[in-house]
């Protein structure tokens, strides 16, 4: 660890030093070129009044107009609350439950492989297909949802054409398809815990909820954090299922910030405004990652 | 077996990286585009053929992918290829991305050759550019059969091809949004087929309930069928959105009668009102479960499809209408444009002379569900046969008003479609929902 | 499997204990079996959707829609007719292929070598690069299409695989490296100072020492970067032309403007999870491997 490396002579620590910036260089290269200097040009695009037709054309110059009408944005406000809704509780579900399956997962003895290669399934199945299929099964006259419950003699319940249950649908949707992300990440973080460490624990008479609390849950952090992170920004951001089965409606119950944004661009044409909210969106994200590596730093459970 | 690199591993892999980027970088330029050369006044090989010889000629043509007709069209390519020497290539890309692809693609380093045009953009590509005239190419007589020139198309479709005068697009997909009904149900009710749309509702509620029936299946969600029906009510009593300045005209009483329709509808309707588009309309009648279905002539041809509809050659079809004697519809068609930067304008314009033609529209008018934009088309006993909608359809262009295709109008397309599903979800009332659509309107006008 | 370990070991455990051993033999039966009720579960939840997919591509549309469930119906194969035959989908998984595959060596090797310098070599301001790899994964795609579009122009690379796999792998990329970096630090310090008081190189401690122990981190991340690749859509869309085009859009060209193919996009979806099935099938392979080596040593 780095107090080891610190008692090393200061000589020595240089050449690690260049080998990691050599290491890092091929990295920074791609970032830079394919997403820090577009995400610059969409700042400075983000001060004209334009359209995608003029893309390679002369744009109007408007300065800060649309970062003022970001001010004064109602559908905006609407968004964001949609959009808190979904990210707190599709993080919540998909980062318990993937929790709870890779560890059923971990402590099973056969069938590990198939099971693992199952579960990916849904991450595996195109997202056009993932909506269209969910679209199916919650269809109130033909899915398979209704049709159970039609055996019950309850009517069938309109999911995607009711204000309330629209956004409840998507988040299924989102829990569904991205659960097994978490189970991948987390379990593939359990594999590389030290047997030795957990066997120690059970001799000592420690049981499975105490070795899970005090060797495995630790043992992950990076993982959980890595989960969190990638989760919360990816649900932030939601667009293609919503767009896909809703296009944010009915009314405007289901409409996102990510939606919001690529409808502002590519269906109302008005591309500056959309690299605005694009940034919003941005700058945003950022805040809640900072707050959560922050809030994961302080716990003095990262090693660093 | 545990997985330690030594150097020739590594080369290995280094060498096959190698091969691979090579592959990747060459097997994969962009088809050429144009090319051979190129006759357009040569006479077609066979009657009904397309004119010119455009040996070894590539184009490459835009449109969106699947439903409705790509194998007829790629078929109908294939033979002009073959009668002309010439090659087309379908880009094809979803339906959805359609116009960014185009915009990106006209604007950036070109491309394409011949595109399908919806009317909502193409008044932004003629005004930028990107198009090139073809009122020249139709005035010639050599290049078109004897006769053929530019009244040989439905006025009203071609005048939509025109910007600032000068034509660019041919017309083709004419449809609008149609009733059809269950002859059979509505005989054994003793209910005379509806000719206006208190008769719709009327009969809706009559024949709702009834062997575990809906009355009336009409598109609900945010996709545009919604904007289509309440277009066609607002013509059927002569009001329109806006005028040609354009300055917004929607009348308070008109709009109301469209949403009020749409209230009263949604109880006769099947369940997931608001997330029906137009092919889940067609889909409830064609499965027998609604009795009556508005929706758009395309879609409506699923209640014909044997794969698709357990009703096949029960539904009589009838325009909309308020007052009993005017018929009325919204006019749809998209527009064969040829690009501006197109290397073979000369060959684009032969196959879209060809296509739009009769002959050719009336072969995939049946699997289509649509019609074609010439006049003769029309006036073919054969086709009347085949598409028992054609004369619904023909009442209903008497009286239309075209697509809005205004710059930024799908953003009030967007809020009407809204202000409409707030109605009839109860969250406003009707008044309400028609001073949002104003205020939608106001939006959709400004520039 | 390495949890058989444990039962083993308890057996062997001297006598002096034998309340202990019952105890937990019996907590982890009853827990065992409780695992397997809830992997049970959960696949079904998994599956029953995948299932459903895979039986409307069988159906005709008229099957699709009944409103009874039925559990008998005609069979065909005219979905898969169209999939292939009218749709050049063999093209298209040809091209998700060939850019998943291209994606995934190339994040791999950039990023495991930058996460390793970030977990282990002391590279000056260490954090700020972690958060700004981060920062850059964070950037909406309405705020890159555009600009990203406008530079492959200009360098004449749209509508090659090119254009796509280097798009896909800045994406890509953040994930592999934070990943990585994770596993990285798991690896115990003291077998890489071993080996370089052995006179091997820091990079050769790298690859020879951190990178074997760290397998099911690279399975997971290349697993991770087939998949987004796989289904990536919008740059897809932008970035490659008729001859380029990858599985989604060629998916989602089944929604057509009047209706949408429901038996042609199950049938697609079918043809287009098998690849990537069977890859993540491989990968699962090395889910394991780097548990025995970590085990034995330490």
């Known amino acids: ?304 | 077996m545990t997985f330690t690199p030594d150097r020739r591993q590594f080369l290995a892999g280094a060498a096959g990286l190698g091969i691979f980027a090579a592959l990747a970088g060459c097997s994969s330029s962009s088809s050429s585009t144009g090319g051979g050369t190129s006759q357009p006044n040569a006479a077609p090989s066979n009657p009904d053929g397309p004119y010119g010889r455009f040996s070894g000629q590539k184009l490459v043509l835009s449109r969106w992918s699947g439903d409705p007709w790509t194998s007829e069209q790629q078929t109908a390519a294939a033979q002009w290829g073959k009668d002309t020497g010439g090659s087309i290539t379908f880009a094809a890309v979803p339906y959805e991305n359609l116009q960014d692809k185009q915009t990106l693609t006209l604007s950036g380093a070109g491309g394409y050759d011949i595109l399908y045009v919806h009317p909502s953009w193409f008044g932004e590509f003629a005004k930028g550019g990107l198009l090139a005239p073809v009122g020249g190419y139709l005035a010639d007589a050599s290049r078109n059969p004897p006769g053929f020139s530019a009244a040989s198309y439905l006025p009203a479709p071609l005048a939509q091809g025109k910007y600032n005068g000068t034509l660019y697009g041919l017309p083709d997909f004419i449809s609008t949004v149609l009733l059809a009904y269950r002859k059979d149900l509505l005989q054994q009710a003793g209910i005379n087929p509806p000719a206006t749309l208190e008769d719709v509702l009327a009969a809706a509620a009559k024949l709702d309930g009834k062997n575990g029936m809906y009355g009336l299946a009409l598109p609900g969600a945010k996709t545009g069928g919604v904007s289509d029906v309440v277009s066609t009510i607002l013509t059927a009593q002569g009001n329109w959105w806006y005028n040609s300045i354009p300055k917004a005209t929607l009348s308070d009483a008109a709009a109301s009668t469209a949403v009020q329709f749409y209230v009263t509808a949604a109880k006769s309707a099947p369940p997931g009102l608001l997330s029906a588009a137009v092919d889940d309309a067609a889909t409830s009648g064609a499965t027998g479960k609604a009795a009556m279905v508005i929706s758009t002539s395309p879609s409506l041809q699923a209640l014909q499809d044997p794969s698709k509809s357990s009703t096949v050659g029960k539904w009589g079809y009838a325009p909309l209408a308020v007052a009993a004697d005017k018929p009325s519809g919204e006019l749809v068609y998209w527009l064969w444009c040829i690009a501006a930067k197109s290397a073979s304008k000369d060959a684009a314009y032969s196959f879209l002379q060809w296509y739009t033609n009769t002959q050719q529209q009336a072969l995939i008018a049946v699997q289509g569900g649509t019609a074609g934009g010439t006049k003769s088309f029309y006036t073919d006993s054969a086709l009347t046969a085949k598409l028992p909608f054609l004369p619904a359809l023909n009442q209903a262009l008497t009286n239309t008003n075209p697509q809005p295709n205004l710059p930024n109008w799908p953003q009030a397309q967007d809020a009407i479609e809204t202000a409409v599903q707030n109605a009839v979800s109860g969250k406003l009332s009707v008044s309400a929902a028609v001073a949002a659509m104003q205020s939608a309107v106001q939006t959709g006008v400004s520039s | 499997m390495p949890r058989q370990a444990t039962p083993q070991a308890a057996a062997t455990m001297p006598a002096a204990q034998p309340q202990s051993r019952r105890r937990v033999k019996r907590r982890r039966d009853w827990w065992v079996y409780g695992c397997y009720a809830v992997l049970v579960l959960f696949l079904l939840w998994v599956l029953v959707p995948i299932l459903q997919v895979a039986l409307n591509s069988f159906k005709t549309e008229n099957d699709i829609f009944t409103s009874k469930p039925r559990v008998t119906f005609h069979p065909t194969l005219s979905n898969y007719h169209t999939v292939f035959g009218q749709l050049a989908f063999l093209h298209y998984l040809l091209n998700s292929t060939i850019v998943a595959v291209g994606t995934t060596v190339l994040s791999l090797v950039v990023g495991v070598p930058a996460a390793y310098a970030l977990a282990r070599l002391p590279v000056p301001g260490r954090e700020w690069w972690a958060g700004g790899i981060l920062f850059t994964r964070m950037a909406p795609a309405v705020a890159l299409v555009v600009p990203i579009f406008v530079i492959f122009d200009r360098l004449q690379l749209l509508g090659t695989y090119w254009a796509l796999i280097l798009a896909d792998t800045t994406f890509n990329l953040p994930i592999v490296i934070w990943l990585m970096r994770g596993f990285f630090e798991e690896v115990p310090v003291e077998l890489e100072e071993a080996a370089v008081v052995d006179g091997t190189s820091r990079f050769g401690a790298f690859t020879r020492v951190a990178l074997p122990l760290v397998t099911p981190g690279l399975a997971a991340s290349a697993v991770l970067c087939l998949l987004f690749s796989w289904n990536e859509f919008l740059f897809a869309l932008v970035l490659s032309n008729s001859q380029t085009q990858t599985v989604p859009i060629g998916v989602a060209g089944f929604v057509g403007t009047v209706s949408i193919d429901w038996g042609g996009s199950s049938a697609a979806a079918v043809i287009a999870m098998i690849p990537v099935f069977a890859l993540g099938l491989l990968a699962q392979r090395f889910l394991v491997r780097g548990l025995t080596l970590g085990a034995v040593k330490g």
């Not at chain 1, 954090?225 to 990638?230: G, P």
Request: proline share 5%; aromatic share 10%.
């Open chain 1, 1 to 304: 660890m780095s107090r080891v490396a610190r008692h090393r002579p200061a000589a020595a620590r240089r050449p690690g030093a260049g080998l990691g910036l050599a290491m890092l260089t091929p990295t920074a290269i791609l970032l830079t070129a394919l997403i820090l200097v577009p995400v610059g040009y969409s700042a400075y695009l983000a001060l004209y009044r334009w359209q995608l037709i003029d893309i390679n054309g002369p744009k109007t110059f408007v300065g800060a107009a649309n970062f003022t009408q970001l001010l004064h944005d109602a559908t905006l406000r609407d968004a964001l609350r949609n959009t808190v809704v979904y990210v707190v509780t599709c993080v919540t579900v998909e980062l318990a439950l993937g929790f709870a399956i890779a560890v059923a997962l971990y402590d099973i003895t056969k069938g590990r492989r198939l099971a693992n290669s199952l579960i990916l399934l849904p991450m595996i199945v195109t997202p056009v297909v993932t909506a269209l299929l969910w679209r199916y099964l919650l269809d109130p006259q033909f899915g398979l949802v209704s049709q159970v419950l039609a055996v019950f003699g309850r009517p069938g319940i309109d999911w995607f054409g009711s204000t309330s249950l629209a956004l409840p649908g998507l988040m299924l949707i989102d829990v569904w398809q991205w659960t097994p992300f978490v189970v991948l990440v987390l379990h593939a973080g359990m594999l590389a815990i030290p047997e030795e460490r957990l066997e120690a624990a059970a001799v000592d008479g420690a049981g499975r909820v105490r070795r899970l609390r005090h060797i495995v849950v630790p043992a992950l952090v990076p993982q959980i954090l890595l989960v969190l992170l990638f989760r919360t920004m990816d649900t932030y951001r939601i667009f293609d299922t919503v767009y896909v089965l809703t296009k944010g409606g009915p009314g405007d119950s289901t409409t996102t910030v990510g939606l919001y944004a690529y409808q502002t661009g590519f269906s109302y044409l008005n591309m500056g405004y959309a690299m605005v909210l694009s940034l919003f969106i941005l700058i945003t994200i950022s805040a809640i990652s900072v707050f959560y590596l922050i809030l994961l730093r302080r716990r003095g459970v990262l090693r660093r």
